[in-house]
Nanobody, 122 residues
Framework: QVQLVESGGGLVEAGGSRTLSCAASGRSFRFQSMGWFRQAPGKEREFVASISASSVYTYYADSVKGRFTISRDNAKNTVYLQMNSLKPDDTAVYYC???????????????WGQGTQVTISS
């Protein structure tokens, strides 16, 4: 079992930066691939970024490529999402998730956090 708790959300001006953190409990974190997803009001939850257990592989949605960076610290049981050049379209609830592989599909993830709100003001 892995429990996930996101933090770091808040109100950010357009063009600004923010780093989200996701703290995991459980010994199996270092074996889990991790992903970040987001859900804007009235929209479906969508893939943002993912990272393999050893950090060798990372994947990004086209909409965030070059602006967001996913990373992890297995010693701290934490995965991060560094977000730069933020846009109003990035406004959403951001969720971290754990799964077997760094997939883009929501259904590939078994564990989910409760989400953290990120709001970008124009």
């Amino acid at each position: 079992q892995v429990q996930l708790v996101e933090s770091g959300g808040g109100l950010v001006e357009a063009g600004g930066s923010r780093t989200l953190s996701c703290a995991a409990s459980g010994r199996s974190f270092r074996f889990q691939s991790m992903g970040w997803f987001r859900q804007a009001p009235g929209k479906e939850r969508e893939f943002v970024a993912s990272i393999s257990a050893s950090s060798v592989y990372t994947y990004y949605a086209d909409s965030v490529k070059g602006r967001f960076t996913i990373s992890r610290d297995n010693a701290k049981n934490t995965v991060y999402l560094q977000m730069n050049s933020l846009k109003p379209d990035d406004t959403a609830v951001y969720y971290c998730a754990g799964g077997v592989r760094p997939a883009v599909e929501i259904t590939e993830y078994n564990y989910w956090g409760q989400g953290t709100q990120v709001t970008i003001s124009s």
